[in-house]
């Protein structure tokens, strides 16, 4: 089983619409982060959190929220989806002990039409 | 700020062909940590190396050889003798070792090797 899932891995959605994309780890880790890769680019820091009650914003938090409702889950909002959102997501884990190595999921390819 | 730039954009080579992927990157920090990721078409990351900044040995692992310059700030990737699988886009990545911890990456490089 993978050590990094998300859920949807594909969504396509409409203008205007609330989304939420899941993501799960069983590594045991406590960072958690939220990237977007827009076509063409690399990726960029959307929120990242330390542990369940730490919350930080990235470089592209606008128009996005998270929930971190335990230490393996983290969960990424659009409280109103706008087609520039349109991306593909990335969330990553990442332990204090391992050399700033990062852990991604396979991605979760957004639409937003 | 930390920043890194990979200036190519789009490589294209015959197989077979040795290329090299360049990567330089900006930090104030004196300790930090590079990476190498490959996207393939599917889309997912997938690990290539990590390089800590006090460690300026090049790399060499199958095919892959990294060359780390800390006086160019520069962490170039080379594949020796090219294949069609290596068709990706590349990702060089930074991360400094306070605060968040987050990479910084590059907005990559297309490879696409040719039979």
């Known amino acids: 089983d993978a050590d990094v899932t998300q859920t949807p891995r594909n969504r396509i959605t409409k203008t205007g619409k609330r989304i939420m994309l899941e993501c799960s780890q069983t590594?045991?880790?406590?960072?958690m982060y939220w990237y977007r890769q827009d076509p063409g680019l690399g990726l960029q820091l959307i929120y990242y959190s330390f542990d369940v009650k730490d919350i930080n914003k990235g470089e592209i938090s606008d128009g996005y929220s998270v929930s971190r409702q335990a230490q393996a889950k983290f969960s990424l909002s659009l409280e109103s989806a706008i087609p520039n959102q349109t991306a593909l997501y990335f969330c990553a884990t990442a332990s204090g002990r391992a050399y700033n190595e990062q852990f991604f999921g396979p991605g979760t390819r957004l639409t937003v039409l | 700020a930390q920043k890194v730039t990979q200036a190519q954009t789009e490589i294209s080579v015959v197989e077979k062909e040795d290329v090299t992927l360049d990567c330089v990157y900006e930090?104030?920090?004196?300790?930090?940590?590079l990476f190498w990721y490959k996207q393939p078409p599917s889309g997912e990351l997938v690990f290539l190396i990590r390089r800590n900044s006090f460690d300026e040995q090049n790399e060499i692992s199958g095919r892959y050889s990294w060359n780390f310059q800390k006086s160019t700030s520069s962490f170039n990737f080379t594949i020796t003798a090219s294949q069609v699988v290596d068709s990706a886009v590349y990702f060089c990545?930074?991360?400094?070792?306070?605060?968040?911890?987050?990479?910084?990456f590059g907005s990559g490089t297309r490879l696409q090797v040719q039979p």
């Open positions: 990545a930074l991360s400094e070792n306070t605060g968040r911890r987050a990479l910084t």
């Open positions: 930090t104030r920090d004196t300790t930090y940590y």
């Open positions: 590594k045991g880790h406590d960072r």
